[in-house]
C-alpha cells in the first residue's frame, strides 16, 4: 500500500526542453492533466516534488522566481506549501549529495511526508530519476513525455512501470 507520491518536476509536472531550463512563470506551463490529478492523489496519498534545479547553481535564475513558480502550482491544486513539501537541489554536478541520480533528496522527501521509503513511489521522466531511486530502493514510475530522454534504456531494465499520463496513478 503506497501512502506517498513524490514527483519530479520539469517534464513530469510541466512541460520542458532538454537543457533548455525553466526560468521565468511564463515557462513553467503544467501538462493538461497535472492539476486534476494531483488534486484528486492528495486527497488519499501524501504528495511532494523533488527536482534538481542547476539553473539556480549557475546564477540563471533566483530562488524567488523559483518559489514564484512552485506557488503557483500549490494554489492550483489548491494545497498549502506545507502539505506538499518541494526539495529542491540548486547545485552543480558533482557538488553535492543531493543532485540527481543520487538519492539523498527522496529519503529527505519520506521523511518530510513521514512515510517510509518502501511507502512511497518516485515518478519522474528520465533516466537519473530511475537512478536516484534505485539508489535508495524506491519504486519508480516511468511517465513518458515527449520530453522523455533516454527512454530506451528502460527497455534494458524490467519491472519498470511506464504510464503515459499521470492520471493512470489514480489507479494505484
Ligand atoms: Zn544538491
Redesign the pocket.
Do not use: E
Given at each position: 500500500m503506497f501512502k506517498a507520491v513524490i514527483f519530479d518536476r520539469d517534464g513530469t509536472l510541466n512541460k520542458f526542453t532538454q537543457n533548455r531550463y525553466v526560468l521565468t512563470l511564463e515557462e513553467f506551463q503544467l501538462f493538461s492533466e497535472v492539476k486534476s490529478t494531483l488534486a484528486s492523489l492528495s486527497k488519499t496519498k501524501r504528495i511532494g516534488i523533488v527536482t534538481?534545479q542547476r539553473c539556480i547553481?549557475l546564477g540563471l535564475v533566483d530562488w524567488s522566481s523559483v518559489y514564484a513558480m512552485h506557488r503557483l502550482l500549490s494554489e492550483e491544486i489548491e494545497l498549502e506549501l506545507k502539505d506538499f513539501p518541494i526539495l529542491v537541489?540548486?547545485?552543480l554536478e558533482n557538488?553535492?549529495?543531493?543532485?540527481k541520480p543520487?538519492g539523498?533528496?527522496l529519503i529527505r522527501m519520506a521523511r518530510i511526508l513521514d512515510v517510509k521509503v518502501s511507502e512511497s513511489i518516485y515518478v519522474g521522466d528520465s533516466y537519473s530519476d530511475f537512478l536516484a531511486a534505485r539508489e535508495v530502493g524506491m519504486r519508480f514510475i516511468h511517465i513518458e513525455r515527449i520530453s522523455s530522454n533516454l527512454s530506451y534504456e528502460f527497455d534494458f531494465e524490467k519491472n519498470i512501470c511506464i504510464i503515459y499520463s499521470l492520471e493512470e496513478l489514480l489507479r494505484l
Open positions: 534538481n547553481g537541489c540548486p547545485h557538488s553535492c549529495n543531493c543532485r543520487k539523498a533528496n
